[in-house]
């Protein structure tokens, strides 16, 4: 991935940095930071869908905006993937959002999730360690 642009912005009422990737399939990827990156960041990935699909789903919009809500009290990153033509296999790795985090100088993280599966495969194989799951739920 690679960066095309960054920009500071106000996003859910708190200052923050907005940096936008780009892929090898010319998909556009978001990171919301907010505070400096630490070597351990608080950080969420989040599959963008459809506005619709979101607003439908009350749970997974509360989980998004509770996550979002943490991370710019505490610090971190916001991570939305563009999953067009992705398959769950690619997303489960997270590979586009690790290639993010390194370009972003995170090491080790606090992930943020709703999801109760623990295990992240080839998360390692990028230099990024998960130190901690905070269940936001």
């Given at each position: 991935v690679k960066r095309s642009s960054e920009e500071k912005i106000e996003f859910l009422g708190k200052s923050s940095k907005?940096?936008?990737?780009?892929d090898h399939l010319n998909r556009e990827h978001v990171?919301?930071?907010?505070?400096?990156?630490k070597d351990t960041t608080n950080v969420r990935v989040h599959k963008?869908?459809?506005?619709?699909?979101?607003?439908l789903?009350?749970?997974?919009?509360?989980n998004l905006i509770d996550s979002i809500e943490y991370i710019s009290?505490?610090?971190?990153?916001?991570?939305?993937?563009d999953d067009k033509s992705l398959?769950?296999?690619?997303?489960?790795?997270?590979?586009?959002?690790?290639?993010?985090?390194?370009?972003?100088g995170v090491n080790k993280?606090?992930?943020?999730?709703?999801?109760?599966?623990?295990?992240?495969?080839?998360?390692?194989?990028?230099?990024l360690e998960i130190v901690d799951v905070i269940?936001?739920?």
């Open positions: 907005k940096s936008v990737f780009r990171a919301i930071i907010y505070g400096d990156v963008s869908i459809k506005d619709i699909n979101l607003l789903n009350y749970k997974r919009y509360k009290n505490e610090g971190g990153i916001v991570i939305f993937i398959d769950n296999v690619y997303m489960k790795e997270y590979g586009v959002g690790a290639q993010i985090l390194k370009f972003l993280m606090r992930l943020i999730t709703h999801a109760l599966k623990r295990e992240f495969v080839g998360i390692g194989g990028f230099g269940n936001i739920d």
